[in-house]
Structure formats: structure tokens, C-alpha cells
């Protein structure tokens, strides 16, 4: 029950209900506005509010909802169940474009068979809905994509309409012969064409010349200066279009009464799917006004409760959002303990405001409307809800202020109860003070025993006292800043406030010894208890300042806390990530002491036991194994730098020995290269014999294996060191040469690493680059993708410090472009 009947006037719901209909995208929203009415229904509500916040995210989270076409054929509907009647072309245009709307609602709110419902309680509202698509189909037939009847709709339309078109054809073709012959004699001037006057082809003709042609005189300018004449030649030609044309009607209204006949059973089906189309613009209305007012869906239970966080006022929050200013939100919470709230404080404190607020949110609340406040806010549901506000003086029914608030009052005692809300502004205001509030304690108590729920706004000091020792009453105050002398437009509860009287009469500028003479009429202790109000207040405020500066260092320790663990757990699983890539260091490295020891051997053997070399290449050794015990660090931020420096150093080694190895040797011939002389590729020690010269390109043969390479990459080698790299050969193993030869073989010029981390990418390209050197490949593709480009600089830093490397770069655009690098090998 709400009460009293100007209920949503005086709290500003009828200005919500306006903007809503602002938002709807046709009449059948605003109709379904217009029927918006307070529920007591627990469960419709609950549907109402969850079907609006699913369409809050429909309306910030998804592109492509329909919203094109919201018609109301319904009176159109209606008026065709009767037999005879048809649509006309324009209603049946509406409805093949509505009922298409429909059919995509359905389908966006309907998941396919393996995907979960996203809007659960949307898609419920949508489950029954038909949306008739055999019907939008022989729509089709009759109508063209602009909502005009078809040619072909029936083979008597396009017999008719061809008929019509030949007709015209000859009609223009004579009246155009005719038109001629005027100009040239003069009759008609040379710029005049044929023109339609009442549905009939005529000739503009000056009233000087009209008996010059024969015909029939159908209309005249506004100015007199032009007689518009149908010659006697198209008369009959212009009564057969006219004749054509009424039977092209008639044939188009056949068309038109045959298909509602075939509409007509499911009228009441296509009604209910169009009352479906007015929820839907009425619910996507509501989402929008939530958005625009900050509205949520706080946690609603079926019971009667109120505990709002940061509520606020909607009208005055868009009012107050256009002047650029922010409203004050309100905390307010009645429960079982302390259903009354008797707020106090100064005039223009926001006494009114907060008491408004109550009631529109809650109202709003029972319409099914999102209510701007935080979502964990807990509100419930009550029966009744009466109000009592503002000035209702009548001079026809000769009542007073006084009067009319009684006679509210009569009906609150009357019908108040437990699953009542009460909203009373200025209680026991309106007449002598003493009876007035007398009378407003009496009422007070008696509302209490009922066990009602309200928000009640007073100055009178004897309903504070009352609150302050009556179970079930609490005591609230609007806060008031003493220094600034100006409202805060805060509700604090727990305490009465005090109205300020002496300091807002002082701060207007009253005489002093008029305040200091009232202070005397009304008494010490009055002053001393509106001082002890203010005092309470005072201190309330400090300790809540307090409070909340405690709350936020908490809430700053627990984010600490959360991120400190947060940090914890990513540290611990970035100690796994370097476990397993010290492991894989590990086996590198264990490779290369391998490749070392093996290295060291053949040295010693080479040296034939000379002192000073084998001494040399121990010492060597030596070094590699205290480079090994060397503590790498830990840092997982240097860890690819640190590979970069690795692999620089150990390139490095290899270019110091290669260097060695060379002044060993004799210098290599600069004589042609011809047919029997042994070769080798530059920087490679296996030696081949050339088989075949053909310009720059050079066959040769390297053990089992063929290959033809260009000239410059190619040096003699003589017999000493043929005999030389022979007696090297002779301490590789038998297995090793033929796993050479398998590498060879098998080898790939090309190395997939998208996807892989750096430092693993990195590891990869080494040995990959490694061993095309080694089987003497030219050219290989590393591909890395594009992705953030940290593989590709990552690589191609590695790339610049390898001597085998020629040159580099990026793939042809058709072939990859920047997500391959190709490289070139000497």
C-alpha cells in the first residue's frame, strides 16, 4: 500500500518515470513505463532487478544487440481480428521489421548447444517467445526490401502493373507528338514538358492558347498565367490507367486481406511476442538510467531490513553532475533493534533530503528499478509504505498544515505495522510546541509498539530524549561544521543533533543582546544541552575521522599483505623457472667440458709429449674447470645478457684458437683452383678434392659427400697439411665421422622458435647456427614471429657476435617478412 495518493509527486518518482520513457526507443517501452507500479511480489522483483543488471552488461560489454525496429503493431493487430479487415502495406512493413527484431533477441539472448547461458534470467523472459520467421517469409513474397507490394506478389498484380506501364508509355509517347507540334507552332513554350494533374498526363498551356488544342481543361496555376490541358487524343488512354489503377488496388487489398486471413490464428501469439519487444526496450531503459545514476544490484532478501552504504539521491545526483558539484552519500541502516530513525540537526542541513532519499530508493527498489548505492549494501521489502511531507494547506477543504498532518497521522496509526515504512518530515511541527510535541511522542510511542519501520525528522527535544531511552528508536544528526558555519550534509546515527539556532542566528548577523536575551529566556540548561548536542557531535566526528583513517591502513595492510604473498608465490615460481634453466645451463655446460676434455686430448697427442704444449693445454683446462666452479648469478632479470656475454667469450676462445691454429700452419696457395687440388672451406678444417669447375661454382667432394660451392669460399691446401689435418683425423673416432655424416644428411635450414622464452629461444639458435656451420650450410631461416620482438632482438644480438655469421636480416614480406630472419654464412 502506498499512501498518500501523490505518493511518487512528492518524493520525484514521476520524474524518474519521465526519464526512463526518455530512454526507450519506442511507444511499446513507454507504455510498459507508464505501468511501472510498486510490487510487494518478492520473487517478481528479484526477476525485474536481475533481468535490468543483465542488461547492464549487455549495454557495457556487447556491441551487437538489436535495437533497430522497436514498432507497435499491437492496436494494428487488434483491429484485424475482426474478418474482412487487412493490414495495410505500411503496417505490414512494421511488422516484418519488428517481428525480425524479435527473432534476433531471441537468438542473442538463446546460447547455441554447447554454449552456457550468459543472461540466465533474460534468457527465461525469452524461452516462450515466438518470433514467427515462416510468417516473415511470405512477408518476403509480398513486399520489397523498401515496404512496398511486389510486382509478382500475385501474376494479376504484375499483369495489371505491365498493363499500366504500356499504357503510360503511350500516353507519354502521343502527349509528347502533341507537344511538339504546339512548340513549333507556338502554342506552348520550347522548355514545357508533359505534368500530372489529378493522376492525368497534361500540357502546361498559356490561357491565351487554350483553344488551340483540343481537350479538357483540368486545373490552373495559383497565378492564372498556366492552363493545364489533357489533350482529346489521351483522354481514353488517361480513363484506362485511371480504370488499371482501381484494379490494381483492389488486387493489392485481395493480396493484403488473403494474408491476414493466413495471420489472423496467431494474432494473440504475435501480441504476446510484442509485449516480450516492450519489456525488453522498457528493461534496456531502466539499464541505461542505472548506468547514467550509478545504479546496482545490492543484495535483496525477503525481509524487511535497510542497510544502505553510500546512497544517494538520483535526481539530485544528475542535478548536481550538470553544475560540475558531487552529492554527499548517505549511510542509513534500520533493523530489527533500531527500526526508527528520529534524525535531527539544523534547517538546510538535508534533513528533507535524507528522508526523500529513503523513500524514493526504496520505492524505486519495489518498481524493480537498480538503486544507486554499493553493491554490498543489504535491502529488503516492505508492504506499505506512507509518507508525510511537505505543506498541505487546502483552503477548499479548510485544512491547515496542522490538520492535514494529523489527519496523515490517522491513517498511519490506523494501518501501520510491521512491514510498514514511515517517512515523516517536521513531526509535531505546525502548531504550539508543547502540545505539538506532546502529541508527536504519543504518536512516536504508539508507532513503536506497532513495531513499524521509519525515518522521522523533528526538532523538539522531547522526541530525542524519548529516542534516546525507548528500545527500537535511535537518534540521528545531521552533521553541521561550527567553524565554517555551513551544513555537511552527513547522517550520523546514534546521537541527536542540535538545530545550531544561536549560531545560525548569530552568523546571520542578529543584534547580541537579542541572542544573549533569548538564551536568558530559554535557560542554562537548554544552552547547555544544545552546547553538550554539539560537543557529542563534535567529538563524534573526530573519533569517526579517526576510525576511518584506522580502516584505511588496514585496508592499505591487507593490499600489502595480499601483494607481499602475490610477490611470495611469482618469486617461488620464478625459483622453479631458474632451477630448470640452470639445469638445462648445466647439460650446456657439461657438454662443452665434454667437447673440452676431448679438445685437451688431441692437443697432447698432437704435441707428442713436448712439455711446455701439454703444460699449456693442462692449464688451459685448468681454467675452463675454474670458470665452471664460478658462482653465476642469480639474477633471472640478467639472465639472457649473461648468455649473450657467454657465448661472445666462448666465440671469442674459438677465434684465439682458430687464430693459433692457422700461424701453425703454411699459408694457403692463391694459384686458380683446378680439377685434383684439395680444397677446403674457409675456417673449416675437413679437406676435399675438386671434382669439376664450372665458372665460380666448384664441385667437390668431401668424403662421401658432394657439394658445389662458389670459388671464394674456398682455399688450397697443400700436401703438409693435408698430411696435418689427416694425422687430426686420425684421433676422431670412427663414430664420430659417420654422425657427421648422418648431420649432414639430415640437417634442417630452418628453426621454428615462436612460442619458446628467450632464453631458451637463444639456447636453440646456438646450437642450430653451431651445426649449420659445421655440415657447411650457406643460408638458414630462423622463424620467431613477430609477437613483441623480443625473440627477434634477442637472436639477432646473438647473431652479430657469431664469425660464421655474413650477414642477416628479414625474410621477403610474402615469404614472413619480420617474423623470419635470414641468415648468411661464411
Given amino acids: 500500500m502506498i499512501y498518500p495518493q501523490n505518493f511518487e509527486q512528492k518524493i520525484g518518482f514521476d520524474q524518474i518515470r519521465s526519464l526512463i520513457k526518455e530512454r526507450c526507443l519506442g511507444s511499446l517501452g513507454m507504455d510498459y513505463t507508464d505501468r511501472m507500479q510498486f510490487s510487494t511480489d518478492y520473487d517478481a522483483i528479484r526477476k525485474q532487478l536481475h533481468c535490468t543488471w543483465e542488461f547492464v552488461h549487455i549495454v557495457e560489454m556487447a556491441d ?188 493489392i487489398v485481395r493480396i493484403l486481406t488473403a494474408f491476414t486471413d493466413e495471420l489472423r490464428p496467431f494474432i494473440d501469439e504475435i501480441i504476446y511476442s510484442y509485449e516480450f519487444l516492450a519489456e525488453i526496450d522498457f528493461i534496456r531503459a531502466k539499464a541505461l538510467f542505472a548506468i547514467e545514476t550509478g545504479g546496482v544490484l545490492p543484495t535483496f532478501e525477503n525481509k524487511r531490513q535497510i542497510e544502505w552504504f553510500h546512497a544517494v539521491h538520483p535526481l539530485l545526483y544528475l542535478s548536481l553532475k550538470r553544475q560540475g558539484k558531487t552529492v554527499v552519500p548517505l549511510d542509513l541502516t534500520l533493523d530489527e533493534k533500531n527500526r526508527i530513525l528520529l534524525i535531527s540537526g539544523p534547517n538546510a542541513g538535508g534533513k528533507s533530503v535524507c528522508l526523500k532519499t529513503a ?29 508525510d511531507i511537505g505543506d498541505e494547506q487546502s483552503i477548499e477543504d479548510d485544512l491547515s498544515t496542522y490538520s492535514s498532518h494529523l489527519t496523515h497521522m490517522k491513517f498511519f496509526v490506523r494501518n501501520a505495522n510491521e512491514n510498514s515504512l514511515l517517512l515523516i518530515d517536521e513531526f509535531g511541527g505546525g502548531t504550539e510546541p508543547q502540545i505539538g510535541g506532546a502529541i508527536a511522542e504519543a504518536l512516536l510511542d504508539r508507532f513503536n509498539q506497532k513495531r513499524a519501520y521509519g525515518v522521522i525528522t523533528t526538532h523538539y527535544q522531547n522526541l530525542k530524549h524519548f529516542a534516546e531511552d525507548t528500545d527500537g528508536i535511535v537518534n540521528g544528526a545531521m552533521l553541521y561544521d561550527r567553524h565554517l558555519m555551513q551544513p555537511l550534509f552527513k547522517l550520523s546515527i546514534g546521537n541527536p543533533g542540535s538545530s545550531f539556532a544561536i549560531e545560525i542566528a548569530r552568523k546571520i548577523g542578529l543584534p547580541e543582546d537579542v541572542i544573549a536575551s533569548a538564551s536568558e529566556k530559554v535557560g542554562s540548561a537548554y544552552i547547555d544541552m544544545d552546547k553538550y548536542l554539539q560537543d557529542i557531535v563534535r567529538d563524534k566526528r573526530y573519533w569517526e575521522s579517526k576510525r576511518q583513517n584506522i580502516r584505511q591502513r588496514e585496508k592499505k595492510l591487507e593490499e600489502l599483505t595480499a601483494r607481499y604473498e602475490a610477490d611470495l608465490t611469482a618469486l617461488e615460481k620464478q625459483r622453479k623457472e631458474l632451477l630448470k634453466q640452470a639445469k638445462g645451463d648445466a647439460a650446456q655446460i657439461l657438454a662443452e667440458a665434454n667437447a673440452r676434455i676431448e679438445n685437451t686430448i688431441r692437443e697432447i697427442k698432437e704435441a707428442q709429449a713436448e712439455k711446455e704444449k701439454t703444460r699449456a693445454a693442462r692449464q688451459k683446462f685448468e681454467q675452463f674447470k675454474a670458470g665452471l666452479n664460478e658462482e653465476p648469478e642469480a639474477d633471472a632479470n640478467d639472465l639472457v645478457s649473461r648468455k649473450l656475454k657467454q657465448i661472445a667469450e666462448r666465440k671469442k676462445r674459438k677465434q684465439q684458437r682458430k687464430k693459433a691454429e692457422e700461424n701453425q700452419t703454411q699459408p694457403a696457395t692463391t694459384s686458380p683452383i683446378v680439377v685434383g687440388d684439395a680444397v677446403r672451406l674457409k675456417g673449416q678444417n675437413s679437406v676435399g678434392e675438386v671434382l669439376a669447375v664450372n665458372g665460380n661454382n666448384v664441385t667437390v667432394a668431401f668424403g662421401m659427400l658432394k657439394s658445389t660451392v662458389k670459388s671464394d669460399r674456398l682455399e688450397k691446401v697443400s700436401k703438409s697439411q693435408i698430411k696435418k689435418e689427416n694425422a687430426k683425423a686420425t684421433f676422431i673416432g670412427e663414430q664420430t665421422t659417420e654422425d657427421m655424416r648422418e648431420k649432414q644428411l639430415h640437417f634442417k635450414q630452418e628453426i621454428d622458435v615462436r612460442g619458446m622464452r628467450a632464453d631458451e629461444a637463444l639456447q636453440a639458435v646456438t646450437y642450430f647456427i653451431d651445426d649449420a656451420i659445421q655440415v657447411g650450410c650457406s643460408r ?39 617474423g623470419i630472419t635470414v641468415v648468411e654464412l661464411n
Fill in 780 to 818: 638458414v631461416r630462423i622463424l620467431h614471429g613477430t609477437g613483441t620482438g623480443v625473440l627477434r632482438q634477442v637472436i639477432r644480438q646473438y647473431l652479430k657476435t657469431v664469425p660464421g655469421v655474413a650477414h642477416f636480416q628479414d625474410e621477403h614480406v610474402q615469404l614472413g617478412g619480420a
Fill in 359 to 387: 523513500g524514493l530508493l526504496q520505492y524505486m527498489l519495489q518498481c524493480g528499478l537498480l538503486v544507486p548505492m554499493h553493491d554490498n549494501s543489504r535491502t529488503g521489502i516492505f508492504k506499505d509504505i506512507f509518507i
Fill in 64 to 251: 551487437d544487440f538489436p535495437v533497430d525496429f522497436f514498432f507497435d503493431v499491437r492496436p494494428s493487430l487488434r483491429r484485424v481480428r475482426i474478418e474482412g479487415t487487412f493490414l495495410e502495406e505500411s503496417e505490414l512493413f512494421d511488422l516484418r521489421r519488428s517481428l525480425d527484431t524479435i527473432q534476433a533477441i531471441v537468438r542473442f539472448l538463446r546460447p547455441g548447444e554447447e554454449e552456457e547461458i550468459r543472461y540466465p534470467y533474460l534468457y527465461e523472459l525469452s524461452k516462450e517467445v515466438e518470433a514467427f520467421p515462416l510468417l516473415v517469409k511470405r512477408i518476403d513474397t509480398i513486399l520489397d526490401k523498401f515496404g512496398h507490394i511486389r510486382d509478382n506478389a500475385s501474376p494479376e498484380l504484375a499483369h495489371i502493373r505491365s498493363s499500366i506501364t504500356s499504357t503510360l508509355s503511350s500516353i507519354s509517347r502521343n502527349l509528347n507528338a502533341i507537344l511538339r507540334a504546339a512548340q513549333s507552332e507556338g502554342f506552348v513554350d520550347k522548355e514545357v514538358s508533359p505534368t500530372m494533374r489529378d493522376g492525368r498526363l497534361v500540357i502546361p498551356v498559356a490561357p491565351s492558347y487554350k483553344r488551340k488544342i483540343k481537350g479538357i481543361v483540368h486545373d490552373e496555376s495559383a497565378s492564372g498565367k498556366t492552363i493545364f490541358i489533357e489533350p482529346a487524343e489521351v483522354v481514353e488512354a488517361n480513363n484506362r490507367v485511371r480504370e488499371l489503377e482501381n484494379e490494381e488496388r483492389r488486387e
